[in-house]
Nanobody
């Protein structure tokens, strides 16, 4: 069973920055497309960004130019650097690991990000 664990959430003022981390264990990390999703209060979960094992990235339009996803395959970890945060970025952020071959996917427990003055 693949385990996915997020960390790094918290409370930040508008315009501030946070970095989220996600560690995946018990797996061959390079097999997985890694992604960050978020669920704002009262809304559905939405894609934030994904990164393939080779480094190809994809971003939601709402975060382009502000968020950067990266991965360290040697550490089985994916990161989400969030800059110029806005109140509308407030959400529970989830990490997802999708196996490129079996299509099995795994979710972390989520980490809360709150952007407020």
């Amino acid at each position: 069973q693949v385990q996915v664990v997020e960390s790094g959430g918290g409370l930040v003022q508008p315009g501030g920055s946070l970095r989220l981390s996600c560690a995946a264990s018990r797996t061959i990390f390079s097999l997985y497309l890694m992604g960050w999703y978020r669920q704002p209060p009262g809304k559905q979960r939405e894609l934030v960004a994904t990164i393939a094992s080779g480094g190809i990235t994809n971003y939601a339009d709402s975060v382009k130019g502000r968020f950067t996803i990266s991965r360290d395959n040697a550490k089985n970890t994916v990161y989400l650097q969030m800059n110029n945060l806005k109140p509308e970025d407030t959400a529970v952020y989830y990490c997802n690991a999708l196996n490129r071959f079996t299509r099995a996917d795994y979710w972390g427990q989520g980490t809360q990000v709150t952007v407020s003055s």
